[in-house]
Structure formats: C-alpha cells, structure tokens
C-alpha cells in the first residue's frame, strides 16, 4: 500500500484539486446536491470520486514555488468547471418548478405551498408533484449516472488547469438560462390555455346567472378541472420531461467543448 505520507506537495495539490472539481457538481446537481442528503453522505461521496480519480488521472506534478494567488486561481476554475457541470440538469429541474408553480398559480393553488426537497424552499404543491415525478423519472432512466459521465468526459477534454474562462462562455450560460423559461411555459402552457379558458366560461355564467356565487363554484371548477388535466396529461408530461433529459447529454459534451477552448 502507498504511504500517503511519501506524497510531494504536488501530489496533495493535485489531490485537492480533482476534489474541488467534483465538490463543484456535487453542490449543485439535483437529487445528490438535494439538502435532504445528509452532509456526511455528500462528503462520502465526494471523497470516494476523488480517491476513483485521483488514481485513474495521469498524475500532474505541480510546481512548488509558484505563487499563492496562482494555486488559488487554479483551484477556482476547477470549481467553476465543476458547478457549471452540476447545474446543466439542474436547469430542468427548474423548469419543472417553474411549470408547476404557474399551473399551481391559474388553478387557485398560490396560497398552498409546501418545503421542496430538493432546494429547501416553498413552492406551490403542483410545482412539488411536478418535481417528484421529474426526480423519479431522472433516477429511472439513470439520469443520476450523468455526473460521473461529466466527471470523466470533463478531465478528457479539459485537464486540470486547462480550462479557458472567456467571455465566449457567457452566450451559452445566457442560452441555458433561457432554455428554463422556455421549457417550463412548454410543459405548462396547455393547462395555462385551458384552465384560462374555465375562467372565461365561469366569467360568462357569472353574467348570466347573477345568482350564482362565483367564488363558491370558481374554486373547485378550477382546481377539479386542473386535476383532472394533470391526470389525462400525465403520460404526455412525462415523456416530455423525458425528451428535456434527454437533451442533458449534448448539453453537457457542449459545455465541455466551449471549457476547453
């Protein structure tokens, strides 16, 4: 067995790097970046994907008499690498939320919310059951085994200290974030247009049956036609979040691309 303690100055930079990266994405991808993991887990984790790759890397033997501010820098960019990698299916997620908590909001569903696991806040309920099914349907199709495929796809295309932080990067930071908003009006928009269309009806019986309470009726028309949508939709829903994972893979390999320019 190697005695740890034989190691030069190098070869614990090198170490602490590899683990920064990977802290990198472990703090920010969704499920396993959750603050339902307990934070000893997490630092298991990390550890263990550090040790895995600190002896599959071919070694990189650091300099000892650079400047701080130079190891300083190095181990930046390799979390700056690592929380851009973690947050590309953490955009999905997001969108998610953001459809749900606009559907949640048009069917009367914006006083009721409830502690999103996944980030520790309040979101609405329909915004929380979207966010369930995106998390069950990610680990399903083994979306979870997407960190380690970044992990080792970024140190082929981008070795330590080779990362190029341009201002090129910020179109496709602008793009992904764009791509949240989108993707979340994609998923809710049809129960957007229908459950506005039930307002406009009710808004019409309203004229002409005076006697009708509104607020009464209103409410449970709304939600009931809300639920009754998200059940007739929900083969269609999953397969469209499906087809957003599905996008991760490209994505990422993209990301990496533009890093290592």
């Given amino acids: 067995m190697t005695n740890i303690l034989n190691f030069s100055p190098g070869t614990y930079f090198f170490f602490f790097v590899i683990l920064v990266r990977i802290s990198g994405i472990f703090i920010t991808a969704p499920i396993i970046g959750s603050s339902n993991v307990p934070q000893t887990v997490r630092l298991y984790m990390i550890a263990l994907c550090s040790l895995i790759f600190f002896n599959v890397l071919p070694p990189v033997n650091f300099a000892t008499n650079l400047p701080a501010i130079s190891y300083i820098l190095i181990g930046i960019k390799e979390l700056v690498i690592g929380l851009l990698l973690g947050s590309i299916p953490r955009v999905i997620f997001a969108a998610v939320d953001f459809a749900g908590t606009i559907i949640g909001f048009q069917m ?90 039930a307002n406009v009806i009710m808004g019409f019986m309203a004229r002409s049956i005076p006697q009708m309470n509104v607020f009464v009726v209103g409410f449970p028309f709304t939600i009931g036609l809300g639920l009754l949508l998200l059940a007739l939709g929900m083969p269609y829903l999953g397969q469209a979040i499906i087809s957003m994972f599905g996008r991760i893979d490209d994505q990422v390999i993209e990301l990496i691309q533009l890093l290592s320019r």
């Avoid at 929380?128 to 295309?157: K, M, N, P």
């Fill in 108 to 197: 009367g569903f914006s006083i009721a919310n409830v502690v999103d696991p996944q980030t520790d806040t309040q979101v609405s309920i329909i915004a929380s059951f979207e966010i369930v099914l995106a998390t069950l349907i990610f680990l399903a199709i083994d979306g979870h085994h997407i960190f380690l495929e970044a992990i080792s796809t970024s140190y082929e295309q981008i070795p330590i200290n080779g990362v190029n932080l341009g201002a090129n990067k910020i179109d496709f930071i602008l793009r992904i974030t764009a791509d949240l908003f989108i993707l979340g009006l994609k998923l809710s928009a049809p129960y957007i247009v229908a459950l506005l269309l």
